[in-house]
């Protein structure tokens, strides 16, 4: 056969053979449209199991890029570590250098001068309490230390303390100095500005502040749904009296029960009574309305939700 010939023949075949895919896939959509038609007609479940076997194009999903989680490291406060090096200083004398105390000091700040107090000195101090600490760049910080004497005069100490990056290790960098006391801050207007009568709230925060600090009856009963509280244990008062208590909402004011889920904030002064004497105290509660009573949502003083104070 010549070149020509077999030419002539490859250029017929190749409309055919396009044609014949073509037909095969115009077959192919025929048959997938009567597939889900038949489905229609046979139910829902008939349509899924259709649909499923009907050939479908995925594309796929372009992997999603990972994504970099920092995680700053809390700075370790030095304010205990300065609280126990005033403590030991103040307590050693340069004349008994070997004493625990000395030894104690000497080790957290090497190099640092122990005291030199006069014989019969009452210059120990009562207790230590760290009340400021600010931190300064490369790892130095600032802690003020309060020191209380017995005679009731407070001192105030300002103490340099260094650290590693990690917040692993301390050292104290040179001796305490005297500073004036932190400035009282001036105290802001109360949010319980609601003065709220005697009745069904009261009763429910007098009741309550009962059970939890003198154990009298079981305080599950006073709380809200899925509010977990335990009282104060060993109750440490005998009595407690509701001396006054105030709101944020004008709803605690109103002489009628409100409406289910209406929630309450309010501040409770009491009194608490045990051998020792009388101790005025005061309790931030929220509570929530309940068909028809009043139920502690919270307790909030001083602590997060659910915290307790003693």
């Given amino acids: 056969m010549s070149p020509g010939t077999q030419a002539s023949q490859s250029e017929a075949a ?3 053979a396009a044609g014949a895919r073509l037909e095969s896939m115009r077959r192919r959509v025929r048959l997938s449209r009567l597939a889900v ?3 229609i007609a046979a139910g829902p479940v008939a349509l899924c199991v259709a649909v499923a076997s009907t050939p479908t194009t995925v594309q796929a999903a372009t992997p999603a890029k990972p994504t970099a989680v920092r995680t700053a490291a809390a700075a370790a406060n030095p304010g205990g570590y300065a609280q126990l090096f005033v403590s030991a200083w103040l307590r050693s004398s340069a004349d008994d250098a070997t004493s625990a105390q000395a030894r104690l000091a000497q080790s957290m700040a090497p190099g640092v001068e122990l005291p030199d107090p006069a014989a019969g000195a009452q210059s120990k101090p009562q207790s230590v309490t760290a009340v400021r600490t600010a931190q300064r760049g490369g790892g130095a910080w600032s802690v003020t230390v309060a020191a209380q004497y017995a ?8 103490v340099r303390v260094v650290s590693d990056g990690a917040g692993a290790s301390f050292a104290v960098t040179g001796a305490p100095g005297v500073v004036a006391g932190p400035v009282r801050a001036s105290v802001p207007k109360s949010p319980y500005g609601v003065t709220v009568p005697e009745g069904d709230l ?3 925060v007098g009741e309550f502040l009962a059970a939890y600090l003198t154990g009298a009856g079981e305080v599950d009963r006073y709380l809200a749904p899925g509010v977990a509280l335990a009282p104060v244990s060993p109750a440490p008062y ?3 009296s509701v001396e006054q208590v105030s709101a ?6 109103a002489e009628q029960m409100p409406a289910d889920g209406t929630t309450v904030h309010v501040l ?3 009194e608490a009574r045990d051998a020792d004497g009388r101790w005025p ?3 931030e509660l929220a509570l929530k309305a309940r068909s028809g009573r009043w139920e502690i949502a919270a307790l909030q003083s001083g602590t997060a939700q659910n915290g307790g104070a003693r």
């Fill in 268 to 270: 409770a002064l009491v």
């Fill in 151 to 158: 005679d009731q005069s407070v001192r105030y100490y300002a």
């Fill in 202 to 204: 009261s009763s429910a």
């Fill in 37 to 39: 038609l038949t489905a």
């Fill in 248 to 253: 944020v909402e004008e709803t605690a004011a």
């Fill in 14 to 16: 190749a409309p055919m």
């Fill in 281 to 283: 105290l005061a309790y």
């Fill in 238 to 240: 005998s009595a407690v």
